[in-house]
C-alpha cells in the first residue's frame, strides 16, 4: 500500500505497472510468474487495456492509473518520459517508485529539459512525485531482453540491472529486480542514473553484474559521459583524491 507507513523494508506483494505498451506488459509478465499480484494501467480508462493485458499478461488486473498507483506496494513507471507530469503525485507519495523510462525523441519530441546533456531525468521525475521514493532502473534493457532473457539467480548466463536510488530504496528494487530474473546492480544515488540514460553505455546493455559495472564506471571517461558530468556538475570532472570507488554521478 501506498503511503509512508509502507516504510523502505515492506516486503512487495502487490506491483503497479504504469504503461501497458511493450516495456509495461513484459515487467507484468514477469512479475506475475515470480508471484506478485500485478496491476496495470495506460493513461485511462482500463476497457482501453483490458484485451491486451488478457492476452500479454493475464492474470494482470487492468486499472486505473491513480487505483494501481494507490494500492500497490511499489510502482514501474512503463509510460512515455514526456508524460510524466501526468502521473498522480498524491496517489503516489511514499510508495517506492521505480523509473524504468527514457526520453525517446520518436515519442517524446526534442526536448533539452529531458534529453539534453544536463539532463537527470529521474530526478526530475522525483522532483515531481514530492514524497514518492523514486529510484530508476529497468530503463536500461530493451523489452526484448526483459522479456526473454530472465534467468533463475544463479545461472551463468544471468544478465544484470542497475539501479540508481538511494540505498534502502535500491534494496528493495534489487529484490523485486532478482526475482523478475536479472541480477541487480546498485551504482549510487538517483543521479547516478545519468550512467543509464540514453546514448551512455549501458543503454541497451545485456551483460552480467561485471560487466555492466564496468562499462558504467567507464561512464565519466567517455565523450558522453565527458558532456554530461560537464553539464550537470563541473567539478565532477575534477580526479577524486584517493577515490572510494563511489559511482554516484
Ligand atoms: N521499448 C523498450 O525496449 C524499453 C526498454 C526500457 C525502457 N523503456 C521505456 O519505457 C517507457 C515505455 O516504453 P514502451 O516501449 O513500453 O512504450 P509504449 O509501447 O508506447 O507504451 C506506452 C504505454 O504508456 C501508457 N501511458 C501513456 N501515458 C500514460 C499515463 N499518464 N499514465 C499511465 N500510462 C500511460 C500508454 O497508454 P495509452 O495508450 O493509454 O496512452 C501505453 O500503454 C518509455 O519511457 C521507454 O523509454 C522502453
Redesign the pocket.
Known amino acids: 500500500m501506498s503511503g509512508d507507513s509502507a516504510g523502505s523494508s515492506a516486503p512487495i506483494r502487490t506491483l503497479g505497472i ?9 515487467l507484468a509478465r514477469r512479475a506475475l510468474e515470480a508471484g506478485y499480484e500485478v496491476l496495470i ?5 482500463p476497457a ?2 483490458a484485451l ?1 493485458t488478457s492476452v500479454l499478461a493475464p492474470g494482470a488486473r487492468a486499472v486505473r ?1 491513480e487505483e ?1 498507483a494507490r494500492e500497490a506496494d511499489a510502482v514501474i ?5 514526456g ?2 507530469r ?2 498522480p503525485v498524491e496517489a503516489l507519495r511514499g510508495t517506492l517508485v521505480i523509473d ?5 525523441w520518436e ?2 519530441g526534442a526536448s533539452e529539459e529531458l534529453g539534453g546533456p544536463a539532463a537527470s531525468t529521474s530526478e526530475l521525475v522525483q522532483e515531481h512525485l514530492a514524497g514518492a521514493r523514486v529510484v530508476k532502473a ?9 522479456d526473454e532473457r530472465a534467468l533463475p539467480a544463479g545461472d551463468p548466463d544471468r544478465l544484470a540491472i542497475a539501479i540508481a536510488g538511494a540505498p534502502d530504496d535500491a534494496d528493495r528494487a534489487a529484490r523485486l529486480i532478482d526475482a523478475l530474473g536479472f541480477d541487480p546492480l546498485v551504482i549510487g544515488d538517483l543521479r547516478s542514473g545519468v550512467r543509464l540514460q ?1 546514448f551512455a553505455g549501458a543503454f541497451g546493455a545485456a551483460t552480467d553484474r561485471e560487466g555492466l559495472a564496468r562499462i558504467i564506471e567507464e561512464f565519466p571517461r567517455t565523450e558522453r559521459g565527458r558532456e554530461v558530468l560537464a553539464a550537470l556538475e563541473p567539478a565532477a570532472l575534477e580526479p577524486a583524491a584517493g577515490g572510494n570507488g563511489s559511482m554516484d554521478a
Not at 504504469?18 to 513484459?26: C, D, H, I, R, S
Request: charged share 15%.
Open positions: 504504469l504503461g501497458a505498451g511493450k516495456v509495461g506488459t513484459v494501467s495506460g493513461s485511462g480508462d482501453a487495456i491486451i492509473p494501481a513507471l512503463a509510460l512515455p518520459l508524460r510524466f501526468e502521473l524504468a523510462m527514457n526520453h525517446w515519442t517524446d529497468l530503463n536500461h534493457m530493451g523489452y526484448h531482453d526483459l540514453p
